[in-house]
């Protein structure tokens, strides 16, 4: 696929970001402010960097994580514990558009970089905060990793299955902190173009959480239930499952009765079933749920996965094959729509997928992936603090460099 770049620039182009950050939820945020052009400074710790670089080292020696989450970042690394790298931090604050952080809760304001203290003194600075719980309340101040957010919010007690309950596969609760936290920015972004002014944006990740919870927390609060959980199965949907084929599986989701009668009809050659008196109606179907999945397994079987695949897309029943990632990486859908591309890192390139904000007119920048304290000196150098006084920083370790500097 050719892509027609054009001439216009970036969304977020010309925009500063400051990422005091750590782990998943503000590196999110800031690598899709990254992809939608803005230049994003990540302050690191000296020696360690950001502890997520050293989760796994699954890429290239790297760990997978920090690759997902870090590509088109400049990284500098201060010792945000000494008086002068502290400084560096606040001066490079001030010079930008977004300060986005992450720390423990009264880090910030113990860096000087506080909401309150920043939003009075530059107030066109647009001031991010995600944390555990939010800024008040008896557990402002708890730890809050992903898996302890995903059960206190009850992520958990509607995932799994009747017998186990279980957290998510991916970092929900991080996930959603740092999309809501990039859509927040740019809303603000576009808000000081018009008013000159700044903003100070907090993000829980319970509260990012709980907002996805809608469904079932109605269901509890007016239904007076508390939704089971269904291992692949749908609560109030039926036929909703893993069927199984005659060699493999493949899930089939039946949202509607329109649906369940093509299915029956067009994919089983069985128009007996369409009217079938406990079948007939989605209410019908999930109240006699076990004899409604054992007659469609039934017919499921007499197919081969690829087979029944292609004919319930061609009846237009919503139905998917159910991957693993060796499948998720060689599927035909990225490779058709061309969405692989390569990125630089310390230790060589490696594929990634494009960000899922399409622009037609311009295709979004894949950044390299930093090495710790690849742009220290460039950054400090950029806020006039000469080669004399960045070697002594250096040497007393209030700045990093790379372990290795290029020849």
Known sequence: MLVTMSTDLLPLEGITVVALEQAVAAPLATRHLADLGARVIKLERVGE???????????????????????????????LKSVEGADIARRLVVEADVFVQNAAPGAAERLGLGADELAARHPRLVCAGISGY???????????????????SGLISVTGTPDTATKTGVPSADIAAGLYTAQAVVAALFRRERTGKGGVIDISMFDATVEWLGHPMYMQMYGGRQVPRMGLSHASIAPYDAFPTSDGEILIGVQNDRGWRALVTDVFERPDLAEHPRLATNPLRVQHR?????????????????????????????????????????????????????????????????????????????????????????????????????????????VGRPAAEPS
Request: glycine share 8%; with cysteine; net charge negative.
């Open 290 to 398: 076990a004899e409604c999945d054992a007659l469609v397994a039934e017919q499921t079987r007499r197919f081969s996965t690829a087979e029944l695949d292609r004919r319930l897309a061609a009846a237009g029943v919503p139905a998917a094959q159910v991957n693993d990632m060796a499948g998720l990486v060689d599927h035909v859908q990225l490779a058709a729509r061309d969405r692989w591309r390569e990125v630089a890192t310390p230790s060589g390139t490696v594929r990634a997928v494009l960000p899922p904000m399409t622009f037609r007119d311009v295709e979004l920048p894949m950044g390299d992936i930093p090495e710790l304290g690849a742009h220290t000196d460039r950054v400090l150098d950029e806020l006039g603090i000469d080669i004399d006084t960045r070697n002594r920083l250096a040497a007393s370790g209030v």
């Open 134 to 152: 939010g800024t008040a309340g008896p557990m402002r101040d708890r730890k809050a990793y992903d898996m302890l957010i995903q059960a206190e």
């Open 49 to 79: 960097g950001d502890f997520a670089r050293n989760y796994d080292h699954a890429v290239h020696g790297m760990a997978s994580h920090f690759v997902w989450l870090n590509r088109g970042k400049e990284s500098v690394a201060l010792d």
